[in-house]
């Protein structure tokens, strides 16, 4: 066995073997969904400072426990999740500044200092956002299955489209495999994702849920995917991390759940006004 097929088995393995857990966490919802996201974003805070200060330093550490902290907030009041994430940022973010005022070197504080609190923002935003889907009293699973949804049916359906019918590139500079192919072949999978999931398992969704989300995540989950692509190529990391075999880490496999986690909360809130 080759090792391009000794990794795909892995990959393989490994999603099979994940992908069961990670549903029955979300689905009994409460502590066990809060701390499955939690560990998730913690997770992806600890890989953005790694691909770009190459190392945990005590600021990382408190980085990630705010970051794992965040989805627990929906368990209190997931209407006012936004509200109280926003004040936490603030605090993490002075808590940012003092740490390097007096820790240094000064001539990187400032920019050690944004990536801190960028890295916070990017890898818990999006999780502590589905946590509050998750809790929302009238099918939050639906709604967390809805931005999972229009993401991997995306990915899928961009991976075939581009293999079989792709030619023009996307963003070679940042992901030489893209194209524009795949791009429109994703978000007709996310449209299509969304109507399947509608017509079998959630009829709460409208076909306007359908096409308007449909189209928004197949916009919004590959550049979201494309920003990591940007962040591990200006940092000349190939993966950003090693948690799941086959897959790299939590941030590879999530970055575009990432952006639109928030775009489905957003719309129940303030589309649907499912949130007071």
Not at 8 to 29: K, N
Not at 47 to 64: C, D, F, H, N, P
Not at 118 to 146: E, H, K, Q
Request: glycine share 10%; with cysteine; net charge positive.
């Amino acid at each position: 066995m080759n090792d391009k097929n000794r990794n795909l088995v892995i990959r393989v393995v490994s999603a099979v073997t994940l992908l069961p857990l990670v549903i029955l966490m979300l689905f009994l919802g409460g502590f066990w969904s809060a701390a499955l996201l939690g560990l998730a974003s913690a997770a992806c805070v600890g890989e953005y400072y790694l691909i770009v200060q190459k190392r945990l330093t005590v600021a990382s550490w408190v980085g990630m426990a705010f970051a794992a902290v965040l989805p627990f907030l929906p368990l209190r009041d997931a209407a006012r999740t936004g509200e109280t994430a926003f004040w936490l940022t603030i605090v993490f973010a002075f808590f940012a500044w003092i740490y390097h005022l007096f820790k240094g070197p000064l001539a990187e504080a400032p920019t050690r200092t944004a990536h801190l609190v960028n890295g916070f923002l990017y890898g818990a935003v999006g999780l502590t956002a589905m946590s509050a889907l998750r809790l929302l009293p009238d099918d939050g699973m639906a709604w967390v299955i809805c931005a999972l949804v229009i993401t991997w049916a995306n990915d899928t359906a961009a991976y075939f489209f581009g293999r079989f019918m792709g030619k023009h590139k996307l963003y070679p500079e940042v992901s030489p495999n893209k194209t524009w192919e795949g791009f429109f072949g994703g978000m007709l999978g996310s449209v299509g994702g969304m109507f399947i999931a509608r017509q079998f398992f959630f009829p709460v969704f409208t076909v306007w849920d359908c096409v308007l989300l449909g189209i928004a995540g197949g916009i919004l989950g590959p550049v979201g995917d494309l920003c990591e692509s940007m962040l591990k190529r200006a940092y000349g990391v190939k993966d950003s991390g090693f948690l799941i075999p086959g897959h790299g880490g939590v941030l590879d496999r999530i970055d575009a759940l990432l952006f639109n986690a928030p775009l489905v909360f957003v719309y129940v809130q303030f589309v649907r006004g499912l949130l007071p």
